[in-house]
């Protein structure tokens, strides 16, 4: 079954930081373009992070570039956003996603998400 | 970045109701235009991809339109399961594939 698995998430201060892991079944290609998404309560989807390989440029949003970091391990078929200087308005549900061939780009196979929540 | 409009944010209809929602795009973006359904606590599911192709599995009352800057989405007779909220995404800027705000169909 074709699968992504995010973990990672929790309660953390402003100011702090968390590491958010996505895991892809082997049936994701290392080859694949990888995103992160997130989703704040109540609200709609925000793209905010891609990569192809780490050889390749990383893009970020405006609303979080300078403070996470995409990467990714394709020994062992993981996605991971470092988010460092949280605030309260990156509180969200994260979710990762790919597109693979054939779609237009199109984010065909997504994550169940994982919950960051931003508060003292 | 391009961005992306929908209209309305939110309807109410019936079972059976011919539903149509519509996406923007602040610039022309030939048809790389996707469109997705989220049921609340689950992740978006796409249902269109390229403005018009049904994604396997998804049922042929669901269809897409547009070109450029205009863009919509039919459901053709509304079924309980698809009270959901709906988001269009423009592909065309790559990498940064953004998403509209969003249109809640509920329930009349």
């Known amino acids: 079954e074709v699968q992504l698995v995010e973990s990672g998430g929790g309660l953390v201060q402003p100011g702090g930081s968390l590491r958010l892991s996505c895991a892809a079944s082997?049936?994701?290609?290392?080859?694949?373009?990888m995103n992160w998404v997130r989703q704040a309560p109540g609200k709609g989807l925000e793209w905010i992070s891609f990569?192809?390989?780490?050889?390749?440029?990383?893009y970020y949003a405006d609303s979080v570039r300078g403070r996470f970091t995409i990467s990714r391990d394709d020994a062992s078929n993981s996605l991971y956003l470092q988010m460092n200087y949280l605030r309260a308005e990156d509180t969200a549900v994260y979710y990762c996603?790919?597109?693979?061939?054939?779609?237009?780009?199109?984010?065909?196979?997504w994550g169940r998400g994982t919950v960051v929540t931003v508060s003292s | 970045d391009i961005q992306m409009t929908q209209s309305p944010s939110s309807l109410s209809a019936s079972v059976g109701d011919r539903v149509t929602i519509t996406c923007r795009a602040s610039?022309?973006?030939?048809?790389?235009l996707n469109w997705y359904q989220q049921k609340p606590g689950k992740a978006p599911k796409l249902l269109i991809y390229?403005?018009?192709s049904l994604q396997s599995g998804v049922p042929s009352r669901f269809s897409g339109s547009g070109s450029g800057t205009e863009f919509t989405l039919t459901i053709s007779s509304l079924q309980p399961e698809d009270f959901a909220s709906y988001y269009c995404?423009?592909?065309?800027?790559?990498?940064?594939?953004?998403f509209g705000q969003g249109t809640k169909v509920e329930i009349k």
């Open positions: 082997r049936f994701i290609s290392s080859s694949y373009d």
């Open positions: 990569m192809t390989n780490e050889n390749s440029p990383k």
């Open positions: 390229a403005a018009s």
């Open positions: 995404q423009q592909t065309y800027n790559k990498p940064r594939r953004t």
């Open positions: 610039q022309s973006i030939n048809t790389y």
């Open positions: 996603a790919t597109h693979r061939p054939g779609l237009d780009d199109a984010f065909d196979v």
